[in-house]
């Protein structure tokens, strides 16, 4: 049953700790020796399940969090959106160390990457990150269990240590975060070498000449412009018609064209048959939708068709008739409770988009729930970031959502070519585009391509969440000179006429 909108209210009230502070934070690493039962034990310490565990803590709850991974943060700290930034980072300032500073008067000269270091920076942001969940858990007296969780009754988890031995740990409520995986491709088997899934284009020791790119959506766009402007020649294989399909059209169609400029090529309406290694080479099979065949050879193979949710190990027999749908995903109530009343589910092992800021959401909120309160996620407003350059950020509907729908609405866009700040800056390709209401001027939705759009469109999502117009926007005051002028333009754009444009 997939989830849409949970609606109301806040807070709670603390209770006391139950045992000397001294033994919580000396069983920190390794849970509860006492067998005590919890009020809560989470089950995956992502950015759902860490939350969550931190939330349901504050608000006095003894919680317990298993972890198999070793380390707090789930794929997105560890080997997912951190880690794919800072290589995005790192890779933006060699671009333009490159190609971009003799504009600004700045010449340098002997340019080289030094990937080790690279990699090292990168390593260093998520180890700090990491370690500083792990001190959230202790100021919050959040007992911490690495190891594997299994259940063994609907309450019982046996958690295999990573350390050896077994722990069992009990829980009047428990909440399933288990995230999600990479999905596999039949005849395209991953080594992390030659055909690598983003985790292996985390760790790449050299920069290939030629990465192919299976799926043309967020992370395989990311992952290609990092090595993309390390000097690789990229190629995008997409079986639909176009690269992320849930953009706004107008919006994507100059996104494409802006990667296309910046070397990306693209083959759309194709599918890869089967991957071959050869020597050091990937050859692909693909065919197009026409029934076209040709071969492709590349040095890497990225695999980027998208995300399962990872439920193996847990048992889940033993815990109940939980539900899954057709997906894999486990269904949960508007409570975020599974068939199960006290086991909840959160993140991207349920429906809705499969985005870490989304999982922490539905963990803020099942744990009010839990606590006798009332929780709200609206997945409606979770926006979405592609972090490329430029960066594209969107929430709510696009426009062709919204024509299928048949809502009439008025739509206004603002080129950052027309903004001071962008232009200082010398950042200015793309545009913002407000879709709203025909009759009411209510935003139903937000697209942004251009300089820090995923930081601009927290505002469109703000606005979102209060249902407010683009009139609204337009008649708030911005800084000058600032990006989110274009914000502002793009609102009364919409709802009257721009000042700029």
């Known amino acids: 049953m997939a989830l849409r909108a949970l609606t109301a209210g806040y807070r709670t009230a603390r209770s006391q700790t139950v045992g000397s502070l001294t033994h919580r ?13 919890q009020d809560l034990v ?37 080997i997912g959106c951190i880690p794919s930034k800072a290589l995005l980072n790192s890779s933006q300032k060699y671009h333009d160390a490159m190609d971009n500073f003799k504009e600004y008067g700045v ?53 295999a240590l990573l350390d050896g031995g077994n722990q069992t740990v009990s829980g009047k409520n428990i909440i399933i975060s288990t995230g999600s995986e990479v999905t596999p491709l039949p005849g395209i088997p991953i080594d992390e070498e030659k055909i690598i899934s983003s985790t292996g284009a985390l760790l790449l020791k050299e920069v290939p000449q030629h990465m192919a790119v299976i799926g043309g959506g967020y992370i395989g766009l990311e992952m290609g412009s990092v090595w993309g402007r390390l000097g690789a020649k990229i190629t995008v294989i997409e079986f639909m018609d176009t690269i992320v399909p849930t953009m706004d059209s107008e919006v994507r169609k100059a996104f494409q064209r802006s990667l296309t400029k910046q070397g990306f090529k693209f083959k759309l309406n194709t599918k890869v048959n089967g991957a071959e290694i050869k020597g050091d080479k990937v050859i692909l099979d693909l065919e197009t939708k026409k029934g076209d065949k040709e071969t492709l050879d590349a ?9 399962r949710p990872y439920l193996k190990g847990l048992n889940l027999e033993k815990a109940g008739k939980l539900q899954t749908d057709n997906r894999g995903r486990l269904e949960v109530n508007h409570m975020f409770q599974t068939s199960v009343p006290h086991i909840y589910a959160i993140g991207d092992c349920i429906p809705g988009p499969m985005l870490a800021h989304k999982a922490e959401e ?7 729930y839990i606590a006798g309160k009332k929780g709200h996620v609206d997945y409606n407003t979770v926006p979405g970031i592609v972090y490329t350059h430029p960066e594209v950020a969107s929430v709510g509907k696009t426009e062709d959502q919204c024509k299928a729908e048949g809502v009439a609405v008025k739509c206004g866009k603002f080129g950052f070519m027309a903004n001071s700040r962008a232009r200082t800056v010398g950042d200015f390709e793309g545009v913002v585009k407000f879709v709203s209401d025909a009759k009411t001027d209510k935003i139903l939705g937000a697209h942004i391509m251009g300089p820090s759009a995923g930081e601009l469109i927290s505002e469109c999502v703000l606005a979102m969440n209060y249902g407010a117009s683009t009139e609204d926007i337009a008649r708030t005051c911005h800084g000058h000179p600032t990006l989110s002028e274009a914000i502002k333009e793009a609102a009364m754009a919409t709802y009257d006429q721009p000042i700029h444009s």
């Open 107 to 159: 010449e340098v000269s002997d340019v080289k990457i030094v990937l080790p270091q690279m990699m090292k920076q990168k390593d260093k942001a998520v180890a700090g990150l990491t370690s500083g969940i792990e001190g959230l858990f202790k100021k919050n007296k959040v007992s911490y269990i690495k190891g594997w969780g299994s259940f063994t009754s609907a309450n019982d988890i046996d958690v």
């Open 25 to 37: 934070y000396l069983l920190g690493v390794r849970g509860f020796a006492s067998g005590e039962q």
């Open 299 to 307: 040095d890497v193979v990225l695999v980027c068709a998208g995300r």
């Open 42 to 78: 989470v089950i995956g310490g992502g950015p759902g399940g860490y939350v969550a565990a931190i939330k349901a803590a504050q608000m006095g709850m003894k919680v317990t969090c298993i972890e198999g991974r070793g380390k707090l943060g789930g794929t997105c700290l560890n």
């Open 362 to 368: 539905d963990g803020v909120a099942a744990v009010e």
